[in-house]
């Protein structure tokens, strides 16, 4: 993408682009004097820098990601949880390293029945997590693979799972990790899109509401609860 194409992707003024990349503080490199961005690496970059955004900049983010996706859910309308299911959620969570979270996390994937291809995806999101850990500093981390999957499932997918105490997972840190989120979309946009309306659904009371939850009907109405409440105030 040109300088120009980076900022109305991500919805930022040109000269700020500019400024920002001149800085290094962007994923481009000048081609012949001019900047060139990866698609791929501005998807890594916006995941990785999603959870620093405050509220008005996810909401900016999350509609226009949602403008042109894959049409799965209105962007007016319920996006995370549309996307979890009762058999993708594990309250009593049993990994015990980073490689088994992995693991155990698509052979939950696998329970929802929207799984095609488990080893591909296992192989995917631990790629993923070679780069940089998905751990964030609230407690909770987003496995998912580095670029779309639509040919892994039968559709869009987040599994959620909680474990009683809680682990090193990578988080800036080194802040424990005891809630996992693996999201799995067909599209880079979707992707994005979910991905901040889940950061506006985690904030700080939501996370530690979560951890007091007795079952997976109780985590799900309560993650509902809260993104209805995002909605109204996005209005």
């Known amino acids: 993408m040109s300088l120009e194409e980076f900022a109305k992707y991500v919805h930022m003024d040109a000269r700020e682009v500019r400024r920002l990349a001149d800085r290094d503080k962007l994923p481009g490199q000048k081609v012949g004097g001019v900047w060139r ?7 890594e970059w916006l995941q990785q820098e999603m959870h620093t955004h405050d509220e008005p900049r996810l909401i900016e983010l999350e509609t226009v990601m949602g403008s042109g996706t894959n049409g799965a ?8 949880t549309d996307l979890i299911g009762l058999d993708g959620i594990d309250v009593a969570f049993a990994a015990k390293t980073r490689a088994s979270v992995l693991r155990e996390l698509v052979k939950l994937a696998d329970r929802t ?3 095609y291809d488990g080893d591909g995806l296992l192989k995917a999101v631990e790629e993923r997590e070679t780069l940089c850990s998905t751990a964030l500093p609230i407690g909770v981390a987003i496995p998912h693979p580095r670029q779309p999957m639509p040919y892994v499932s039968a559709e869009p997918f987040i599994c959620v799972a909680r474990m009683s105490s809680g682990m090193v997972f990578g988080a800036p ?4 990790t005891r ?3 693996l999201i799995c979309c067909h599209d880079d946009r979707y992707h994005l899109h979910v991905l ?4 506006r659904v985690l904030d700080g009371d939501t996370v530690e509401d979560l951890l007091h939850t007795e ?6 109405e309560l993650l509902m609860a809260k993104e209805k409440e995002v909605l109204t105030r996005k209005k």
């Open 37 to 43: 961005f990866n698609r791929a690496r501005v998807t």
């Open 73 to 80: 859910v209105n962007d007016a309308g319920m996006v995370v």
């Open 113 to 115: 029945g929207l799984l």
């Open 173 to 176: 840190k080194g802040e424990l």
């Open 179 to 181: 809630i996992f989120f």
């Open 196 to 199: 901040a309306r889940l950061m």
């Open 215 to 220: 079952t997976r009907e109780e985590l799900l």
